[in-house]
């Protein structure tokens, strides 16, 4: 499996994720659909970390049947899919 940072985040109206992204990677952006197949087939590790080095891998959740991305849940919200920069 291969370790992807992501820095950034696409967000809907609603607030769900849309894609991931690292400027400058050549696989960014991502679309959610990709990075769904990709953590669920294992070929990709994406993860998110803060500014004092925590990490937290991004997961696939379903709610009301749908497929979404989110963090692990812990102690720092920096890390969370939802407050890092818009890509």
Same mark, same amino acid.
């Given at each position: 499996?291969?370790?992807?940072?992501?820095?950034?985040s696409?967000k809907?109206?609603?607030?769900d994720i $849309?894609?991931?992204? &690292?400027?400058?990677?050549?696989?960014s952006?991502v679309? @959610?659909?990709?990075?769904?197949? !990709?953590?669920e087939q294992?070929?990709?590790r994406?993860? $998110?970390?803060?500014? &004092?080095g925590r990490?937290?891998?991004?997961q696939?959740? @379903?709610?009301d049947?749908?497929? !979404?991305?989110?963090?692990?849940s812990?102690?720092s919200s920096?890390?969370?899919?939802?407050?890092?920069p818009?890509?």
């Amino acid at each position: 499996m291969i370790d992807r940072l992501v820095t950034q985040s696409g967000k809907d109206a609603d607030g769900d994720i $849309t894609k991931l992204c &690292n400027p400058g990677e050549h696989w960014s952006p991502v679309s @959610k659909t990709q990075a769904i197949s !990709h953590i669920e087939q294992g070929l990709y590790r994406y993860y $998110t970390r803060d500014s &004092n080095g925590r990490t937290a891998d991004v997961q696939v959740y @379903k709610r009301d049947g749908v497929k !979404h991305l989110r963090t692990d849940s812990d102690s720092s919200s920096a890390n969370n899919l939802d407050n890092l920069p818009d890509c």
